[in-house]
Nanobody, 126 residues
């Protein structure tokens, strides 16, 4: 089992940047496909970005492509989400997620992920 703790959220003006971190503890970090999801009030949790175990391949939602960058440092057991050119519609609670499945067929699907963090609030003011 892995424990996930997000940090780095906060309040930022539109056009600004934030960098989220997700620290993992427990089992071997390199055994997990990792992802970021977000949930705004009154909406369903949605996919933001995912990264493979080695970090060699990344996936993004169309709404954040070109603005957000997902990365991981396996030596530090940490995943990151660099968010640039933030918009008010990016306001949400951001969650990190981990999947230990040997094959994650649909990295955009919540059901593929076994473990979740508690979330960190990101608020973008206009």
């Amino acid at each position: 089992q892995v424990q996930l703790v997000e940090s780095g959220g906060g309040l930022v003006q539109a056009g600004g940047s934030l960098k989220l971190s997700c620290a993992a503890s427990g089992r071997t970090f390199t055994g997990y496909t990792m992802a970021w999801f977000r949930q705004a009030p009154g909406t369903e949790r949605e996919f933001v970005a995912a990264i493979t175990r080695s970090g060699s391949t990344t996936y993004y939602a169309d709404s954040v492509k070109g603005r957000f960058t997902i990365s991981r440092d396996n030596a530090k057991n940490t995943m990151y989400l660099q968010m640039n050119s933030l918009k008010p519609e990016d306001t949400a609670v951001y969650y990190c997620a981990a999947s230990r499945r040997p094959v994650v067929a649909d990295k955009r699907s919540l059901s593929e992920y076994n473990y979740w963090g508690q979330g960190t609030q990101v608020t973008v003011s206009s």
